[in-house]
């Protein structure tokens, strides 16, 4: 026993207390120089919004705001790092544009533009879905006191970079943007498949453009999309 003992491989023994178990590795310092710092944060920004507006920086909750960033966006402009100009129609003409953004904004509206892609469901406050920020939101259709907003919880539906549907947090209430029914047909169906998913939990919508949801201009393309009536509206799950 003493023999096989002898001849088994020594395992590495813990000291300490058991809180400081498991690997751990050295972490690079953080940047303490203010410059660079301002430098890397606002080419994070470039690089989530392709251009950079008034707008858009609102959403990024950055100190100063806009301004706060401006002397690091003409810096990278004098070097040749970013481009100022009027990129987009009725933004202002404080616009940053990173490398490559507006060749690649010219491909996606000149006459050779690529179809439209699907539709797209995002929260309503991600950056990647602009309106409410550098973009304002379309008048809803119908007459409604809901107004939408980059809400956490709330959901746009975008069908060719134009929100078709608005989805309130929770999702008892509807709002469109649209009276035209290929969009409109098109979120729904874009809802229904982030549902069916996983993507999201399941939906009972009460109100839609403020009117009931069972007898509002939605219903019909709602319950095309796999939506069921209920007592109460109408519910889509999983």
Not at 14 to 36: I, K, N, Q, Y
Not at 63 to 72: A, D, E, M, P, R
Not at 137 to 166: E, F, I, S
């Amino acid at each position: 026993y003493a023999r096989l003992r002898a001849g088994r491989p020594q395992m590495p023994s813990r000291s300490g207390p058991p809180t400081v178990a498991g690997r751990w590795a050295l972490t690079p310092p953080r940047e303490t120089d203010a410059t660079r710092r301002a430098h890397a944060r606002t080419e994070a920004f470039l690089e989530r919004h392709g251009v950079l507006t008034r707008g858009a920086l609102d959403t990024e909750r950055v100190t100063g705001g806009f301004s706060g960033i401006y002397k690091v966006l003409r810096g990278m402009e004098d070097t040749g790092q970013v481009i100022r100009g009027y990129v987009v129609e009725g933004l202002g003409a404080a616009q940053f544009a990173a490398k490559g953004a507006v060749d690649r904004l010219r491909a996606l509206s000149g006459p050779g533009r690529p179809a439209p892609g699907r539709p797209v469901v995002l929260a309503a406050a991600d950056p990647a879905q602009p309106y409410g920020a550098a973009l304002p939101w379309p008048a809803a259709t119908g007459d409604t006191k809901h107004r939408p907003a980059r809400k956490a919880g709330a959901l746009a539906v975008l069908v060719d970079g134009v929100p078709a549907l608005y989805v309130e947090r929770g999702g008892r209430s509807l709002l469109s943007f649209t009276e035209e029914r290929k969009p409109l047909s098109e979120a729904a169906q874009a809802l229904s498949a982030a549902v069916r998913e996983g993507w999201l939990g399941q939906l009972s919508v009460q109100r839609a453009d403020g009117e009931q949801a069972l007898t509002s201009e939605l219903a019909e393309v709602l319950q095309e999309a796999g939506f069921r009536a209920t007592p109460s509206g109408l519910r889509l799950r999983a």
